[in-house]
């Protein structure tokens, strides 16, 4: 039984390599809304949509064979620790952006960057990435860093490994330039894995992801609408 288990976290590994891929490749059609007639971007938005929904759809295919769901509403301890855990995000994530912008002098990460720039080609990318940025991406990206690396590929009992490793892996996802802005986003996967090994709720993660995304992209759009 031990060793059905140690294969099936093998083959879960394999999977979560196909859905860091699924990750990249569902925001290929945000370059093609940019150029071309209205109809042509249209129709390339709505495959943007469709993709993230085919996505996730496979996403959570993948999470309740690793993790047969038992729905369970979030306690007050489960709001709490949530709180917790994303204050504490923050916390560090600010101290880390002055060490950032002092010693490599960027007062946003490269990922951030890339998103701002993106959102500001046109008026269709800026709503279809603020949508799937805070309502798509959270739940996809949960699924797969969260849900299936971490409740599929790691013994239940476990606890430091799969919260490290969620917390590399989420990072390495992300497009940063130098160690301390790889930094941030690997202490936000971390706490995030921390979270649900704690709760044992995708939806916890799900939330806190969300608003973080939220709040980023609500301070991306102020700086668009300044210039």
């Keep these: 039984m031990q060793r059905k288990d140690q294969q099936s976290r093998y083959w879960n590994f394999g999977w979560v390599l196909i859905m860091i891929v699924v990750v990249s490749v569902v925001q290929i059609p945000l370059s093609f809304m940019v150029h071309g007639t209205a109809l042509h971007r249209g129709l390339w938005a709505a495959g943007y949509l469709a993709g993230f929904a ?3 759809a496979l996403g959570c295919w993948l999470y309740v064979r690793v993790h047969p769901v038992h729905w369970q509403r979030l306690t007050r301890q489960d709001w709490q620790l949530m709180i917790k855990g994303y204050a504490f995000m923050i916390g ?3 101290v880390l952006s002055l060490v950032n912008a002092g010693l490599f002098g960027e007062t946003s990460t490269k990922n951030n960057m890339v998103i701002a720039n993106i959102m ?3 008026t269709l990318t800026l709503v279809m990435l603020s949508l799937t940025a805070v309502l798509a991406s959270p739940i996809l990206e949960e699924l797969t860093f969260r849900g299936i690396l971490v409740g599929g590929c790691f013994p239940d009992k476990a606890f430091w490994p799969p919260v490290i490793v969620s917390g590399v892996v989420f ?3 992300h497009q940063s330039n130098n160690p301390i802005s790889w930094l ?3 202490v936000m996967g971390g706490t995030f ?3 649900y ?4 709720k995708l939806q916890a993660t799900i ?3 969300g608003f973080n995304n939220l709040i980023a992209v609500g301070a991306m759009l102020a700086t668009l609408f300044q210039h």
């Design 92 to 94: 560090v994530e600010i």
């Design 197 to 200: 090994r704690r709760t044992d």
């Design 171 to 173: 990072s390495l996802v």
């Design 184 to 186: 941030i986003y690997a």
């Design 207 to 209: 939330i806190m992801h």
């Design 120 to 122: 500001g080609t046109s």
């Design 54 to 56: 085919i996505a996730i």
């Design 193 to 195: 894995a921390y979270v």
